[in-house]
């Protein structure tokens, strides 16, 4: 278990539609990162978050957006869903912004039909 | 400039065997490399790390061989267990330790044969 939780394990949503994923960290880890998942793509950094504050960008579409709470936890919205964003989404602490130890949470598997 | 790419895609070894995965790089930028394990339905764990000032590191049955002038990295699996059997991403972090952000090679699935 690495210690960061994410919610919901598993969502199933149609087309067009919008979804919120869920991510607290470690304790103590200020960083949070945001992963996609897929066969044909791999694993692809999405965003990361130092402390509230946007630290990184990866390729991000622009229907997908990320927000850091202050008591750390992160929250992934995708909205107007295709086909192809059917993936796992994984979230990923780290104590410092370098991200040089990344603890992975267990993922989200989305599916949209 | 910003891929890793990462070869074989999936690799068959006899316990005990040694298991070699290899990755390349063109952004001489990067400045850390790790490698992470997966096993079905978990998310990834890091098995082990390494910087480019460093040819070798070692890590129980565990080895990272360095080529800096070559962009290449592998990792060396010794004696290769059943439990080894996992998917093994290689990365590469871009930003300068600014941020965290790792660029992963496509994963190899290994699988150990008893």
């Known amino acids: 278990d690495s210690g960061v939780t994410q919610t919901p394990k598993h969502l199933i949503t149609a087309t067009g539609q919008r979804v919120t994923l869920r991510c607290s960290p470690r304790?103590?880890?200020?960083?949070v990162y945001w992963y996609q998942q897929s066969l044909d793509q791999g694993l692809q950094f999405l965003i990361q978050?130092?402390?509230?504050?946007?630290?990184a960008k990866g390729n991000i579409l622009e229907r997908f957006s990320a927000q850091q709470f202050p008591d750390l936890h992160s929250e992934l919205n995708l909205s107007s869903l295709e086909l192809g964003d059917s993936a796992l989404y994984f979230c990923?602490?780290?104590?410092?912004?370098?991200?040089?130890?990344?603890?992975f949470g267990p993922g989200t598997r989305l599916l949209v039909l | 400039q910003q891929q890793v790419k990462q070869s074989p895609q999936s690799l068959i070894v006899q316990k005990g065997g040694i298991s070699i995965i290899n990755c390349a790089y063109e952004?001489?930028?990067?400045?850390?490399f790790p490698w992470y394990q997966q096993f079905p339905g978990k998310g990834p764990a890091l098995l082990i790390a390494i910087r480019p000032d460093v040819s070798e590191k070692k890590e129980g049955r565990f080895t990272i061989s360095f080529n800096k002038s070559a962009k290449q990295f592998s990792l060396h699996i010794m004696d290769s267990q059943p439990g080894d059997s996992a998917t093994y991403f290689c990365?590469?972090?871009?930003?300068?330790?600014?941020?965290?952000?790792?660029?992963f090679g496509q994963g190899t699935t290994l699988q150990v044969k008893p």
């Open positions: 990365a590469a972090r871009a930003g300068s330790g600014n941020t965290g952000k790792l660029i």
């Open positions: 978050y130092y402390n509230g504050e946007e630290r």
């Open positions: 990923a602490s780290s104590p410092g912004y370098g991200g040089e130890t990344q603890y």
């Open positions: 952004n001489t930028a990067f400045d850390y």
């Open positions: 304790s103590g880890d200020l960083s």
